[in-house]
């Protein structure tokens, strides 16, 4: 089994990247879609939140208001120094968890949008960086996703910055193109992960 951690900064296509890499057959563990599972109704995970951050971060039905949430962490780093002290070892436990379920030869692809920043690099065989230009992640959340420049700004500044990602990186995939040219290097990545896996690299 080879453990991949595969990271990027919002907006540089690391979604894209990872369904690319599921399509030839990789196993993939989300760490944004744990980090949701672990804060739902009812979740000793969302009671934490709600004691830490007061009723006002809940909708009506009684979940998680995460753009409630969101607005208050990516504004103050003792804030969202708080959530992720509550969210990643749950996020941990649970990964470790579905990773021990692979097989040998498997190729193990973690998901991990905070990797750098958590200094989570040493627990892969193998860090994947993709890689864009400030300049193109913020145009993507702004036209792509609809995010206020603004607010864009502050979530990409809450993040590792670009050089740090890059230092981490045993591989990288420049994704500053169309997706057109992301596919072929992806593929040309997975060939690279499956020889590995295989012991053959």
Do not use: C
């Not at 969210?87 to 021990?100: D, F, K, M, N």
């Amino acid at each position: 089994m080879l453990k991949v951690g595969l990271t990027g900064g919002i907006g540089a296509g690391k979604s894209e990247v990872s369904r690319l890499l599921v399509s030839y057959g990789a196993v993939l563990i989300d760490a944004d879609r744990i980090a949701r599972e672990v804060v739902e109704p009812g979740t000793p995970g969302l009671a934490a939140v709600v004691e830490a951050f007061g009723d006002g971060v809940l909708t009506g039905e009684g979940a998680l208001d995460r753009p409630k949430l969101g607005s208050i962490v990516f504004a103050d780093p003792d804030r969202l120094a708080t959530l992720n002290a509550i969210v990643h070892p749950l996020v941990g436990a649970r990964s470790a968890e579905l990773q021990g379920r692979a097989v040998p030869g498997d190729v193990v692809v973690h998901d991990v949008p905070l990797l750098t920043e958590n200094g989570l690099a040493p627990l892969y065989d193998l860090v994947v960086v993709v890689d864009a230009s400030p300049e193109t992640q913020l145009d993507r959340l702004v036209r792509l996703r609809g995010m206020a420049e603004s607010e864009a700004r502050a979530r990409m500044a809450a993040q590792a910055t670009r050089a740090q990602r890059l230092a981490v990186a045993d591989v990288v995939i420049d994704n500053n193109g169309p997706l057109d040219a992301l596919e072929p290097q992806v593929r040309k990545v997975w060939e690279e992960l499956e020889r590995r896996a295989a012991g053959t690299a």
